[in-house]
């Protein structure tokens, strides 16, 4: 069964956890892109602590982003390693 898009409020953190891990890169791609455009020099993406694998695949693909300028483990009052914070290319 298809289901309708679901549109997201563009803020300035993205939690992940709602999503299926097939979505992700797709839905973290989106996501910068809406966040870009609205003019965010800095995004959180939450994808949990957890063994660490939802945080390398995320990460791996921030490295080959083109709106990406750079990434890193979020400190710990902001999630730690559960999150990470992205810094973007100015338009």
């Not at 890193?72 to 100015?90: N, Q, S």
């Amino acid at each position: 069964m298809d289901q309708d898009p679901v549109e997201l409020p563009i803020e300035d953190s993205l939690d992940l956890h709602s999503f299926r891990p097939q979505d992700v890169r797709s839905v973290v791609d989106e996501y910068l892109s809406a966040a870009h455009a609205r003019g965010f020099t800095e995004v959180r993406l939450i994808h949990g602590r957890g063994i660490g694998v939802q945080r390398a695949n995320v990460q791996a693909f921030l490295a080959t982003h083109p709106l990406v300028a750079g990434y890193v483990d979020a400190p710990e009052e902001r999630g730690g390693r559960g999150a990470t914070l992205v810094r973007l290319r100015r338009a």
